[in-house]
């Protein structure tokens, strides 16, 4: 049982003191923060989930970041025992770490030299204070723990936040020379400038840091902070690697952008109490990615109240977020990993806008948003599968705004992003995923310029779109070959992973097979915000015959996806689970990615049988390791396969997509290590609320939601337009026996996101014994779409 500290008390007697509809709306208490922050036994390190303090896509994340275990991407990892700092910047999930910015450490060791590791960007071991998990708790929006340094005795610490503030509370022991120490130059990635600056009449630090190199990526973000004290300093002071300069108001240091943390920029600051008196210390703290007067700016208007009173509002503001679905029926432990899920799922992308709605372009240049939020850290070849479906239907306005942000960020840098960080364009991953992940938002209820995107888009699939001043960015490497040859070429590959890595050039191709595959998809949703939402039956047309492209790489003698060389010929011999071509995953996997065309895959596999005994193969074994990227079964913890477990509804066996998902949801737990793999920023959370509701977006681009058996008796999930779609089972099992969609009866094991966003009920009647008749005929699967599919007549049409 972990120790409950007096906030979280005082907390809970205000939420019962309100009475028990206010109680029973206490959502956040099914949330286990410490989930995924522990590498699992199966692939890429766990979910790389961090426990500290957010609000809902927030701009700040105060979290702990420990030490000696192999960095994990959260900055926390739960297997670790002591503490480097407290990070005011996080990312939940990613593969790569970034971020970790500006951590603040309370200590009571003297301050005789300075404090941070001569061949590193950390603190010295003597400031690193161990901690146990029993004297830890974490909530959404709160965080403590209880330190235990080496010497003078435990130091209590409390953090809670708002979207772009926190405020910390350190209760020392009694001792003479209590300090917080703030380390400009600690990010999680090594820094080529620090900054800080002591005020102590105003009893205020602020400062400066850059960082980047995000999986390797060149683009660079600057962030800011301000933080005010709540009493003054006995004395204060800086630090550089030069050493400690006690009573200096300022220090920075700049260097080289490096992977060598040894000469990487190092500044920081320290302000002394005496505690002898009075034990706590309070500190506010605002951050910006425009100026530290945007830090103060945003202080000034989100921190006000009380450690409680913040940490309470923070609590209401994620039971609100964490109410748009409502489940019952379930057990404690389903009912606490689905709210688990959903809390993780809303934590990103990040909040950019300052309160008065400035933002760093693209461009490099200060611009403001007016009458939307920018946002971003858009994880894209991730979450257009899964969490940007999710969040349209709960959070329309919120996905709107993200999508305008993508659009702002290709007007300032001229190229659609892939996969943006602070004001930066990255290549990580393959594909041109802003295509997905704009066709999907539009197809799940946002609005936005849906004309101004598709001009994006084209740009980016006609022609070279580079962005030389943003990490020298390249929307689609390859292109040329792409639209020559109707494929990437195996012999184009150059071995670099990342393609505008430090030292590698941006027109490398990385997974020439996956990154065409990867292509067919971003024409098909170019094709559907084309025919559907925007003026472009020109477009619809191209670009479907376009998404036909993955019939390039089919082997019809293995009768599998395979990557080919410029010449035509395909790799012989080859093997379909350690031949090259693919991009974390293998032959094996990628052959089943052609969400867009199921039934077109499966004639070329030889029909709807053939399909469906190699798919019940493929399934046996659902998240297969220790290097699940090397195998010819499924890996429902990485991004290439989380689709497959749904094609059994195209093969006229729903009850193997059912059965086949119960058994991937056990594949995740509430415990640190309950993750089958990277959360790469609320992925793999989304997909399990999605699953436990048994609706898949399974065609990107589309509102085509694939059905599967729900995991609760009951589920609300409340809509755009004050709408609640009702999801109800009875019966035993998990087998359809029938379904009433909207009252009636309903065959098919599938629905759209037009019929669900009228508030209608699916309501399942369930027998433990599998239903080989319901969803089973031809007629009843959804629907494929194949290069001469005719435009749609309306954009809810299929």
Partial sequence: MRRVPAILIATLVALFALGPARAAADLAENVDAFAGTEPGPATFGGGHNFPGASMPFGMLQWSPDTTPEAPHSGGYDYRDHHISGFGLTHLDGAGCSLYGDFPFMPTTEPLTRSPVNASGDGLLGMFEPGFSHSSETAHPGYYSVRLNPRHGGAIGVELAATTRTGIGRFTFPKNPHASVLVNAGGSAQPNDFAKVEVNPAAREISGTASSGLFCGQRPRYRVYFAAVFGRGFKSSGTWSRNGLEPGSTGAEASSQPTQDPAVSAQAGTYVTFDTRQNREVTVRVGISFVSVDGARANLAAESKGSLHVIASRARSSWDSALGRIRVSGGSSSRIGMFYTALYHALLAPRTFTDVGGRYLGMDGATHRAVGYTQYADFSGWDIYRTQIPLLAMLEPKRVSDMMRSLLADAEESG????????????????????????????????????????????????????????????????????????????????????????????????????????????????????????????????????????????????????????????????????????????????????????????????????????????????????????????????????????????????????????????????????????????????????????????????????????????????????????????????????????????????????????????????????????????????????????????????
């Avoid at 509804?649 to 290590?673: E, F, H, M, Q, V």
Wanted: glycine letters at 10%; proline letters at 8%; one cysteine or more.
């Fill in 415 to 798: 190229c659609l992003p892939r996969w943006p960080y602070a004001a930066g364009q990255s290549m990580t991953m393959v594909g041109d995923s802003a295509d997905p992940v704009l066709a999907a938002a539009a197809a799940f209820g946002a609005k936005f310029s849906y004309q101004k995107a598709l001009e994006a888009m084209l740009r980016g699939a006609q022609e070279e779109c580079r962005s030389p001043n943003n990490g020298e960015y390249l929307e689609r490497q390859g292109l040329a070959q792409y639209l020559q040859l109707g494929y990437l070429p195996l012999d184009q590959e150059t071995g670099q992973r990342n393609s505008n890595s430090l030292y590698g050039s941006p027109a490398a191709i990385w997974g020439s097979a996956a990154m065409t595959l990867e292509y067919a998809l971003d024409d098909f949703s170019i094709a559907q915000l084309a025919g559907r939402y925007a003026d472009g039956p020109t477009a619809y047309a191209a670009y479907m015959s376009r998404s036909s492209n993955w019939r390039r790489l089919f082997n019809p003698e293995t009768r599998e996806i395979q990557p080919r060389y410029a010449s035509g010929a395909f790799p012989n011999p080859y093997s379909n689970t350690e031949g090259g071509g693919f991009v974390e995953g293998d032959s094996a996997q990628y052959t089943w990615f052609v969400p867009q065309d199921p039934a077109g895959l499966f004639r070329a596999m030889g029909g709807r049988q053939a399909a469906l005994q190699r798919l019940i193969q493929f399934t046996r074994r659902l998240n297969a390791g220790p290097d699940g990227t090397h195998t010819d079964h499924a890996l429902l913890g990485n991004e290439p396969t989380l689709q497959t477990p749904w094609l059994f509804d195209w093969l006229g066996r729903p009850d193997l997509t059912s059965s086949t998902i119960r058994r991937a949801l056990r594949l995740y737990s509430t415990t640190p290590a309950g993750y089958p793999g990277n959360d790469d920023l609320g992925t793999l959370s989304a997909w399990y609320v999605l699953a436990s509701l048994g609706l898949y977006p399974e065609v990107p681009g589309t509102g085509v939601l694939a059905l599967s058996t729900p995991a609760f008796r009951r589920a609300e999930v409340h809509l755009a337009n004050h709408r609640v779609a009702t999801i109800t089972t009875k019966g035993p099992g998990i087998y359809v026996k029938g379904l009433k969609l909207g009252g009636r009866g309903w065959g098919k094991p599938w629905t759209s996101y037009c019929r669900l966003s009228e508030g209608v009920e699916l309501a399942y009647t369930l027998q433990s014994k599998p239903n080989r008749k319901w969803g089973s005929s031809v007629a009843d699967a959804p629907p494929s779409f194949g290069p001469h599919r005719p435009l749609p007549s309306s954009s809810c049409a299929f």
